[in-house]
């Protein structure tokens, strides 16, 4: 019985037991027993979580590794061995000093440094290096003097671990090391080929910079940097991943920024314990607040002015090296929907555009949950014109309403998925063919009703307004759809009351994820965006410090105007006067 | 102890996804599984039925339901054969006791669920209707299917010819029907009636109520639809019907006109106006004899739109002839239906109602002989018309230029 216990599947139900009461007819017991099972794999899950989150303190693996030898033959026997004996290491032998008297080595990963940096700032001043006075002794003020005096690079600092010499070199940095001194030379020489500045792919704008964040760090900080030249923008780098060494910086404004949200954010990534950051999504799911919802707590952008209002409004943001998206908490649920254009249009229009992505938001999520629910539950909703067309286009299709909206759905998703990963010109060749193939032949042939196709459609167009939630809209729609298809209206004001009160439960870094939308009076860029001069306040409960953004004051209308009647006044004043001098 | 407690957990799980599941697809219906029924008709047993079976006579509560239902068509088959289509409606009938009792049988007889929702019109046959409907119409007020919204209207002849029409303007008769009602809905709300308003006429005891009458004609090998008149219910029964005229009168009387047309013949020529807006004002009131006098102040806005004959006249003195002709014109139609209201003693203006609001004490007292008070009724009758201006022209061609 035992050992039956260990071969099958569900452990802690026996298999005698499950036998004996399928045969004794008992289902409530075995009900309770399935169910029990699966809450208690539910609940271990739960306690592994709940072990994670108490966790604190940073993890560091790296190597220090031995301290440096005297002799160079054996310093570069290690280096070759714990960098696996790899092609791309370079070890440059070098012959230095009036009479060459001093020999020593260059070590450097090929690929990842400047060539150019190496010939101007390391080789040629040494073969040229006479020193001035009496000769420095091999050993530490050898080391000191090639620094100070001979190198021409930015960043040349000493370093006496092997471990600290093997990661320089992997991050792009050139190692001198000279035979009899125990310390080496670690020589910034950092180069490679990396991507320009271009424009982001995913976030198109009609009006505002078009600049977007590459791969490479330095320059994404530098990007933000540009954007606000404040001595307050404070950088911090950590390096995270065992395998990966990944540098992750976090950028904030100090006098701005709780200082809560920060140390959180530093006590979530220091208890990462990851093999590798790839990207910053790496990093994103081991840090956000509500791992199993469906609305994700940490935002993103690729653009530098995006990020850089993040920060201005009392946000951490997260720059990771390796990918051009860059991680902003905490993360408001109204975010999703507020766009850099909004900013840079006028009140007016962008508060419209504003509303109608809430619009578009809300029917992504209903439209074909709304047509099951009203042609399979609530005729008497439809008006019966409408009726009619909707019944004459149901007729002669062969599959329920909710498998028809089902398909759509789901040859919509294909087709959306299969648009992204290939490349442009394909890309539209397989749009053309879906939607003639949707759209027409499949209604054409009978197999849909036009009105589905038409459904699916505006759902489509309408998640793309909210590109942000996007995912979140796609798993909720198929969630409303089977609520509709069970029990109507009813089921979908059930699920809309379910993702309210998840909405409003769920938090990023301490501050709730509703804000902004929750029944306060920080309401200037929620439904509508108020003009410029009105937003004087950051959003409420992410800034600690400094709050107001500027003075508030209402700029003149009618300038011009105001100016004419200045003079008008001046004008009359002199007749007046002469009049009364008269 | 937490053994205990996970079961608890678990079955109330359980609980809740079977309420989930076996609640669910309660009301569930595919629309290719429903008869859309978009009107419904009421008759009498017709004869000839009787003649084939002699015992339906004996049983008088019988009656003929007509289920007008409209046909829903794919629209891949229906472009291909449009010239064979025929007709775009389905009719249904049955004789059985009661209203639902007929809806289950052909419910039960097709291969579709009736949904009632969308009913259009409960047309009553007109004999059907002067046997007395109360008993009839249960259904119609009992069922939540059945709206309330739903137009009340009395088929000339049988309800089921005219739901069989198959007209030129529309495909199916009784969404003709509502769009009729509707259009005359926006010349006064007092022409459409719909179950609710029938009813509550019923219900408050004194008052009559009013449905229009849908003729069908035969013009040139087609079929149409007219209104003529309206019927007259005393209680339940049917008891006469003003005729078009009459109903313009009825009409106005009630007042809330905003469109219409009216037209006065004297000796000098023919006038045609536009009802630009007419209001009614009433009064009711006792007169010390003890008789009733109900005032009814009318006061219209006309436009002139047609003018034929009046040579001779000037636009200075026809104007303020035209304004007395069409007073005198609207009090006669106002009359004429009065007239035929108090011979049928049927109270349809609700007098008797507007009288209890007024005077609740002396109406106890005068319940019992409101219809003799109302037959003996006088009415005073105001009409003040205004007739602001000519139209485009001020004079027809047939008018003499004015004398300078």
């Known amino acids: 019985m035992i050992a039956n216990a260990r071969f099958f599947p569900f452990s802690g139900i026996v298999p005698n037991d499950l036998v004996m009461l399928i045969k004794n007819n008992s289902w409530k017991e075995l009900s309770i027993l399935l169910l029990g099972f699966l809450f208690r794999k539910l609940s271990f899950l739960g306690n592994q979580y709940a072990l994670y989150r108490k966790t604190t303190g940073p993890y560091d693996d790296r190597t220090k590794g031995p301290g440096m030898e005297k002799e160079l033959t054996k310093n570069l026997a290690y280096l070759k061995d714990n960098l696996s004996d790899s092609c791309d290491l370079k070890v440059h032998p070098l012959e230095f000093g009036p009479k060459n008297q001093w020999s020593g080595a260059m070590v450097f990963i090929e690929g990842m440094i400047d060539n150019g940096k190496i010939t101007d700032g390391i080789l040629r001043p040494l073969k040229d290096w006479r020193p001035e006075s009496k000769m420095p002794a091999a050993g530490d003020g050898l080391i000191n003097e090639l620094a100070k005096k001979v190198i021409c690079a930015g960043s040349v600092k000493p370093v006496a671990s092997l471990g600290d010499i093997i990661l320089e070199c992997l991050s792009g940095n050139t190692a001198v090391l000279v035979d009899g001194c125990a310390t080496g030379l670690i020589i910034g020489t950092k180069g490679w080929e990396k991507r320009s500045v271009s424009e982001p792919q995913s976030e198109t704008v009609i009006r505002g910079p078009r600049e977007g964040f590459t ?283 379910a993702v309210l009160m998840h909405l409003g439960s769920l938090n990023s870094f301490g501050v709730p994820y509703f804000n902004g939308l929750a029944w306060t009076r920080d309401q200037e860029d929620t439904i509508v965006r108020m003009p410029l001069w009105f937003m004087i306040r950051r959003p409420q409960g992410i800034p600690e410090n400094n709050t107001v953004r500027g003075r508030f004051f209402i700029p003149v209308f009618r300038p011009h105007e105001v100016l004419d009647e200045d003079s008008e006044d001046e004008q009359e004043e002199g007749p007046k006067e002469r009049g009364a001098g008269a | 102890m937490k053994r205990q407690w996970l079961s608890r957990w678990s079955f109330l799980i359980l609980l809740l996804l079977f309420s989930l599941l076996l609640a669910g697809c309660w009301d569930y219906h595919e629309l290719e599984n429903l008869f859309i029924v978009t009107g419904v008709g009421l008759d009498q047993v017709a004869d000839s039925d009787k003649e084939e079976d002699p015992d339906k006579e004996a049983n008088t509560e019988k009656m003929d339901v007509t289920l007008q239902i409209g046909k829903t068509q794919s629209p891949s088959t229906g472009s291909s054969d449009t010239g064979t289509q025929k007709s775009s409606a389905i009719l249904l009938k049955t004789a059985k006791d009661t209203t639902m009792e007929s809806i289950m049988q052909l419910d039960q007889d097709s291969s579709r669920t009736m949904l009632l929702h969308h009913n259009q019109v409960m047309l009553l046959g007109r004999d059907l209707a002067k046997s007395g409907i109360e008993n009839r119409i249960d259904a119609f007020l009992r069922n939540q299917q059945m709206r309330m919204e739903v137009l009340v209207m009395v088929a000339d002849r049988r309800a089921e010819d005219i739901l069989a029409a198959e007209l030129e303007e529309e495909e199916i008769s009784s969404m003709y029907l509502y769009g009729m009602m509707q259009d005359l809905y926006n010349v006064s709300p007092h022409y459409k009636i719909r179950m609710l308003d029938f009813v509550s006429r019923l219900r408050d005891g004194t008052s009559s109520a009013v449905a229009p009458i849908v003729e069908l004609v035969e013009q040139e090998d087609k079929e149409r639809l007219k209104l003529k008149g309206m019927a007259i219910f005393k209680k339940d029964k049917m008891v006469g019907s003003l005729s078009s005229q009459e109903m313009q009168g009825y009409i106005w009387t009630m007042g809330n006109v905003k469109q219409g047309a009216l037209a006065a013949q004297t000796d000098l020529g023919r006038a045609v106006f536009r009802i630009v807006k007419l209001e009614a004002k009433r009064d009711i009131g006792l007169n010390p004899n003890g008789s009733i006098r109900g005032t009814i102040s009318v006061y219209a806005t006309l436009a002139l739109t047609e003018l034929r004959g009046f040579s001779g006249m000037t636009p200075l003195e026809l104007m303020p002839y035209l304004v007395t002709l069409s007073e005198n014109e609207i009090k006669r139609q106002i009359r004429d239906a009065f007239k035929v209201a108090q011979e049928l003693d049927a109270d349809i203006y609700r007098f008797g109602l507007d009288f209890h609001r007024r005077h609740p004490k002396v109406w106890k007292t005068i319940e019992e002989q409101w219809d003799q008070l109302f037959r003996e009724m006088d009415l005073d009758l105001q009409v003040k018309v205004k007739l602001p201006a000519t139209g485009q022209i001020a004079k027809s061609l047939e008018m003499e230029e004015p004398k300078p």
């Open chain 1, 215 to 497: 791969e490479n760090i330095c320059n994404n900080t530098a990007l933000i940097r540009r954007k606000i030249r404040s001595g307050r923008l404070h950088v911090e780098n950590l390096i995270v991943g065992r395998r990966s060494q990944t540098d992750v910086r976090l950028m904030y404004l100090e006098d701005v920024a709780s200082h809560e949200v920060v140390a959180e954010v530093k006590k979530r990534l220091g208890r990462l314990d990851v093999d590798a950051i790839l990207e910053s999504g790496y990093i994103e799911e081991y840090i956000e607040d509500a791992p199993f919802s469906p609305f994700s707590t940490v935002g993103y952008s690729e653009k530098p002015d995006v990020i850089a209002a993040q920060i201005l409004e009392g946000r951490v943001a997260i720059l990771v090296d390796g990918t051009p998206f860059v991680l902003t908490a905490p993360m408001l649920f109204i975010e999703s929907f507020q766009t850099t254009e909004d900013y840079y249009t006028r009140p007016l229009y962008a508060s419209l555009v504003r509303m109608l992505r809430f619009v578009g938001y809300l029917i992504s999520i209903f439209a074909p949950a709304l047509y099951i629910a009203l042609t399979s539950f609530h005729q008497e909703f439809i008006p019966t014109t409408l009726l009619f067309s909707i019944a004459n286009a149901r007729e002669g299709t062969p599959f329920p309403v909710l498998l028809e909206s089902m398909g759509m759905v789901f040859a919509f998703e294909i087709l959306r998925e299969a648009g992204i990963r290939l490349p442009r010109p394909v890309g539209q060749a397989i749009s053309i063919v879906g939607a003639l193939i949707m759209g027409d032949a499949a209604v054409s042939a009978g197999l849909v009703g036009a009105p589905v196709v038409i459904t699916v459609a505006i759902t489509a167009v309408a998640s793309f307004l909210v590109p942000a939630q996007n995912d979140a809209a796609s798993v909720l729609r198929v969630v409303m759809m089977v609520l509709a298809s069970f029990t109507g209206w009813y089921g979908i004001s059930m699920g809309a009351l």
